[in-house]
Structure formats: structure tokens, C-alpha cells
């Protein structure tokens, strides 16, 4: 019977994604519930003295598939890689962080591992020896409760959701042949060009700040910024803004942008369609600033301000910054 | 160019959505059916490379009846014909069953290049179109805002974290669409007269030989959980507002 609780770990330029604990720490959680290890799958080149930090959050074995081929990740390498090990150690649960990766790679081995796949999970339980899976449908306006039948069950964890928990466990190494086979390798990187303005990616992100068409042009973006920069947090901004050119569309939240869920959400200027809402409610805290009191966004307010966000915003960031000295 | 779009039928982002109280689903009365927003880009983009390469394109679509206005919508963008995949046995089928029965639609069809939206913003999974890519044996770049074909050669743009990575593969392959990639255009009126003619193939599952199976399935459905009303500051002075704001993100919140 298959058993194990796993979680694939992500690397980019050398380090760990700060996902890559975060699902560590879930696994270790589910596997003391059931009585079983924590097992990592860790693909990359030159990785293999990595695997011990892997220990720290619970991690009791990694293995490891260390060749060049899986620098950088490519859909193909790491879904080989991955799907080899797991068809040959048969684990019950297998876990990945529902970042741009994580959700491309699991997605892949549905396919590999004829299995079921729960995306952007917010909660995990164990029901009858099983995953239950808890995921936001139509970007938040409900949830759903995953149940699997086929193994492993797996479920891609969302970003600064599950808390990461120190735990030590040995996080012993043990290599394997991922088989790559050149002929099936039909991906290639090209090009990764990085974003040098120490943006934070908003998925990520556990302040974010947000503005839409209340911000009248790019020109006043900066206002959002300088508050973000006090406050550690991203900016984002309503489709509104978006579509007006205004900002990237890599900025947009809300159900045709990305959901995002930080400890604190900041709307200036933004309406609260529906549309916008479906984004950003599962948000711990929301603040808006609008001058408009019958805007929507105040009925899932925590905290509302009425009045110009123009004079507002920046006694904000003033007092944002007196705070945090 | 044998080009074939994958579009599935959505309730509009309009819709406010209504969890059934025995928690086995949604209502779905009152809901109006669109096309899922990320699959417009897939057909968008399509479409260009048809004007651009000569060929044609085919939709696809699993769905119940409904979903034929779906497959007619693509039709009136400028879609030559579609296969629309009906069954009851597919419906609110899990991503392999669905990527199966796209996959087996395809099959045997002449086909360059295959697009889906990045994720269906009903379920949110963002897996069908990698599972098909790999059901096919096509290699698949997901997410994607940019792409350019010459040849057989495939370039394609997508965001990662804090990057913009550019990926080259080969045709045959799936794409899957991210905004960003195009503007999607209206169906003309012209369009959807023609729409009307054009021929779309109705099949159930038997006629595919394909077998619903379910690996995850939502076994319960649940509302959001409700949030406690909030706190307007009052006031006239923004500057005593944003302080009392900061001082109570600080310390009633916590998150700063
Ligand atoms: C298929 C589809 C998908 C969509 N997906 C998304 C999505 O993913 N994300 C998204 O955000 N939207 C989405 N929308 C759009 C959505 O319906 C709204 O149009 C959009 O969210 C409105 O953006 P907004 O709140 O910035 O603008 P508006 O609704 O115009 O609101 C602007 C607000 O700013 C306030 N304001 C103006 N000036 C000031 C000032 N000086 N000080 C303070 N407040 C001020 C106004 O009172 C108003 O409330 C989608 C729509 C469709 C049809
Ligand atoms: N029932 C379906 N019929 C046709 N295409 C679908 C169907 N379900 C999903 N797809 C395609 O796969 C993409 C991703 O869907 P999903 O994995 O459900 O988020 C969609 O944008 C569609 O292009």
C-alpha cells in the first residue's frame, strides 16, 4: 500500500523557495497524524548538500536527482524526474507549493501518475487515514473539500498560507538516476530575465497594497509605492487600472488576475467588484480607502477609511513610518 | 496550420455564487454561461495564427448542451468548426477524465498546435492543459503572455516569480493562455450568422472510448467562511485617521 508523506522542494539560483518550508512543515504535521516519514524529491544541479536543510522542517529522507539537465526547471526534466521516483517509492500523499513551478510540474504528473491533483490548497486534513484537501472554487466565492481515490493524493499548497514549523528530523540524502531520456526533453529555457526592482511577488507577499481607477494615472503610483516600501509590501492593483495601461497585468488581483491571500490587503481607490473581491477576500485583514461610503469593498472591510485617498494615503505612509522606526 | 482551441463554458464572473445547503455543489439556476475568460485568449491567439499561417481551427469542448453557445461564441470570432464532447458521464469530471476525453477528441485530427486557457475560473485547477500535453505526448508551455512560431520552432513568454522566462519547444505542442497575450476581439455580427453554419460534431463519451474515472473529486462544497462587520474611522483630519488606521494594523490586527 502506498505510504509516505513527500513534498517536491524548490530551488532557484542555489536557495530554496520559502514555499518549500511551508509545505514541509504541512507534511510533517500530516505525517505525525499517520504515523509516517516525510520524504522530499529534490531535482536540480549540484543540490545534493542542500538536502540536509531539508531536516530542519521535518524532512526525513530527500532524494535527490542532481544533473545538469535540471538547471534550470524545465516542464519535461523535472516531471520525468519526479514521476520515476514516485512510481518506484509509491507514496500516499505528495505535495508541492502552488507556485508558477509547483503548479506547472503537478499538473504534468497528473498525467504521469494517472492521479488526482487538488490546486491552491488552503487546508489539509486527515479523514479515515486519508488527504482532505480544502481549495478556494471560483477564486474564493466558495471552498471545496478534495477526497481522492487514487494515490498519491496531491495537492499544491498556497503560498504564506501554512505556517512553517521548525523540526528537526535527519534530512538524509539519498541520490537517484532521474532516467532522463535526451529524446524526451522537448523544453528548452532561453532566456530568464530578472526582475531587478526588489519587487515582491504578490502571491507572496504578506502586505499588499492595492490601487485601482480611484488612482486616476501611473503618474500616482508612486504614492502606493512609497507606502508599500514602509510597509514591506507589494503593489497590486484592480483590472480597472490594468486595462487603463496603467499597471502590468502581472499586478492584477481578482478572479481573472491572481488571488492573492497576505495578512493585510490595502485597497486605495478600488470599487470592490465582485470580480475584485473573489481575489483578494480570503485576505486576513482588509483595509480600504475610498470616498465613496457606498463602495462595496467596505462591506468586507476590516477597517475603512472615507475620504480622499490623495490626502489619505499619504498621512498613511507618514505614519506607517514613524511607527515602524 | 491545423490549429484546435480548447474552450470550456463558465458561469460569468458576474455571478454570485450560491453553495447548495446539503454542500454537494453550487446552484446553478440564474447563472449566466460564458466563455471562460483565459480560454479568449487561447482563441484569440488562434485566430491570429491562422490569419497569419493559413489553416484553420477547431474547438473543443466538454460540456452539456449549454456549452454548444460556448463552442458557437469561438465560431463567431472566426473559428471554422467544433467538436463538442456531451455527456452526462463527463460532467463536473475531474481533470484527467476531462483531459481524456479532449485528448481522444483530438487524436487522429491533423494538429500543429493545440491552446488552452492557463485555468478555468469555475474549478481554478490550471491542470487540464499540461494533462492533455502529457496524455498526447506534446510538450507544453503554460502561462504563457508572448509567442512566436517560425517554422516549427516555438518561443514562448511567461512570468515566474520575480522573472520573465522565455521558453523554446517545437510544434506539435500545447500552449496555455495567460492575459497578456493578446486582446481577444468581439464576435461581429457577420460573425454570428455565420457562426450558425458552420459545422460542429456532437459525441458522447462511447463515441470517443472514453470511460469517466474520478481521482479527486469535491466531495463537499462550503461557503466562504463570514467575516465579523468592519470599522469606519471617523473623523475629519486624514492625518488623525491613517494614525488611528496604523495603530490599530499594529495593535488589534497585528500585521504590521
Ligand atoms: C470577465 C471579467 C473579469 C474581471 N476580472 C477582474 C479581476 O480579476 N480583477 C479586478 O479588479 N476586476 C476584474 N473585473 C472588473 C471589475 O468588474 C471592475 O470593473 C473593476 O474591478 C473595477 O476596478 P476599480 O475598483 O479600480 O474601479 P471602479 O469600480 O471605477 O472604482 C474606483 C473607485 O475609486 C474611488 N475613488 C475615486 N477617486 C477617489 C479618491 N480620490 N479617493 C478615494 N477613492 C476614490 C471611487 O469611489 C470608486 O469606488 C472583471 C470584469 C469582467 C467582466
Ligand atoms: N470541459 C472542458 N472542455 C474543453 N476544454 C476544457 C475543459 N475543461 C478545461 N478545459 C481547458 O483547459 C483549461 C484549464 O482548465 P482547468 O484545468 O479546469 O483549470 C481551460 O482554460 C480550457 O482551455
Not at chain 1, 490548497?121 to 484537501?133: D, Q, R, S, W
Not at chain 1, 473581491?277 to 470616498?291: D, E, H, Q, Y
Not at chain 2, 492575459?179 to 461581429?188: M, Q, T, V
Amino acid at each position: 500500500m502506498a505510504k509516505g508523506v513527500w513534498i517536491v522542494a524548490e530551488v532557484r539560483d542555489g536557495a530554496y523557495r520559502k514555499v518549500s518550508f511551508e509545505i514541509a512543515s504541512a507534511a510533517r504535521k500530516l505525517a505525525d497524524e499517520l504515523g509516517e516519514e516525510v520524504c522530499a524529491v529534490l531535482c536540480g544541479s549540484g543540490v545534493e548538500a542542500k538536502a540536509a536543510e531539508l531536516g530542519k522542517y521535518g524532512v526525513d529522507k530527500v532524494y535527490v536527482a542532481d544533473n545538469a539537465a535540471l538547471e534550470p526547471y524545465t516542464t519535461d526534466a523535472h516531471a520525468a524526474a519526479v514521476a520515476k521516483i514516485v512510481k518506484e517509492k509509491q507514496p500516499a500523499i505528495l505535495l508541492m507549493g502552488a507556485s508558477v513551478q509547483g503548479k506547472d510540474l503537478s499538473a504534468r504528473l497528473v498525467g504521469k501518475l494517472a492521479t488526482g491533483l487538488a490546486t491552491d490548497c488552503t487546508a489539509l486534513k486527515i479523514e479515515g487515514g486519508k488527504l482532505v484537501a480544502v481549495r478556494p472554487l471560483y477564486a474564493g466565492k466558495c471552498f471545496g473539500e478534495v477526497a481522492f481515490e487514487t494515490s498519491p493524493a496531491m495537492a499544491t499548497l498556497r503560498p504564506n498560507v501554512f505556517p512553517i514549523v521548525e523540526n528537526a528530523k535527519a534530512g538524509a540524502a539519498e541520490k537517484f538516476d532521474p532516467a532522463l531520456d535526451a529524446a524526451q526533453l522537448k523544453t528548452k529555457v532561453a532566456e530568464i530575465a530578472k526582475d531587478t526592482s526588489g519587487k515582491i511577488e504578490l502571491t507572496e507577499a504578506n502586505v499588499i497594497v492595492s490601487g485601482g481607477r480611484g488612482m486616476k494615472g501611473p503618474e500616482n503610483f508612486p504614492l502606493l509605492e512609497e507606502l508599500a516600501k514602509v510597509l514591506g509590501a507589494a503593489v497590486g492593483a484592480s483590472r480597472a487600472a490594468v486595462d487603463a495601461g496603467w499597471r502590468p497585468s502581472t499586478d492584477q488581483v481578482g478572479q481573472t488576475g491572481k488571488t492573492v491571500s497576505p495578512n493585510l490587503y490595502i485597497a486605495c481607490g478600488i470599487s470592490g467588484a465582485i470580480q475584485h473581491l473573489a481575489g483578494m477576500s480570503s485576505s486576513k485583514f482588509i483595509v480600504a480607502v475610498n470616498k465613496d461610503p457606498e463602495a462595496p469593498i467596505f462591506q468586507r472591510a476590516d477597517y475603512g477609511i472615507i475620504d480622499d485617498l490623495f490626502k489619505v494615503v499619504p498621512e498613511m505612509t507618514a505614519a506607517a513610518k514613524k511607527l515602524m522606526a | 496550420m491545423n490549429i484546435i482551441a480548447c474552450v470550456k463554458q463558465v458561469p460569468d464572473t458576474e455571478t454570485l455564487i450560491k453553495v447548495k445547503p446539503d454542500g454537494s455543489g453550487i446552484v446553478e439556476d440564474g447563472i449566466k454561461w460564458v466563455m471562460n475568460p483565459y480560454d479568449e485568449f487561447g482563441v484569440e491567439e488562434a485566430l491570429k495564427l491562422k490569419e497569419k499561417l493559413g489553416g484553420d481551427v477547431t474547438i473543443v469542448s466538454v460540456g452539456p448542451a449549454r456549452a454548444m453557445e460556448t463552442i458557437r461564441t469561438a465560431l463567431a470570432m472566426g473559428a471554422e468548426k467544433g467538436i463538442h464532447i456531451d455527456d452526462p458521464s463527463l460532467n463536473g469530471a475531474d481533470a484527467y477524465t476531462t483531459a481524456s476525453a479532449l485528448a481522444a477528441a483530438i487524436k487522429g485530427l491533423p494538429c500543429d498546435i493545440i491552446f488552452c486557457g492557463q485555468r478555468a475560473i469555475d474549478g481554478d485547477a490550471g491542470q487540464v492543459g499540461s494533462v492533455l500535453a502529457d496524455m498526447l505526448g506534446l510538450p507544453s508551455v503554460t502561462l504563457v503572455t508572448k509567442l512566436e512560431i517560425a517554422g516549427t520552432a516555438v518561443k514562448a513568454q511567461k512570468a515566474i516569480e520575480g522573472a520573465t522566462v522565455t521558453i523554446e519547444t517545437s510544434l506539435p505542442c500545447v500552449i496555455t493562455a495567460q492575459k497578456g497575450l493578446n486582446e481577444p476581439r468581439y464576435a461581429s455580427l457577420p460573425g454570428i450568422m455565420k457562426a450558425k453554419k458552420k459545422p460542429v460534431d456532437v459525441k458522447n463519451a462511447a463515441a470517443i472510448g472514453v470511460t469517466a474515472t474520478v481521482k479527486a473529486k469535491v466531495a463537499k462544497t462550503v461557503p466562504p467562511p463570514a467575516r465579523p462587520p468592519g470599522k469606519i474611522l471617523q473623523g475629519d483630519d486624514p492625518a488623525l485617521k491613517a494614525q488611528e488606521l496604523m495603530k490599530l494594523l499594529r495593535e488589534e490586527a497585528k500585521v504590521i
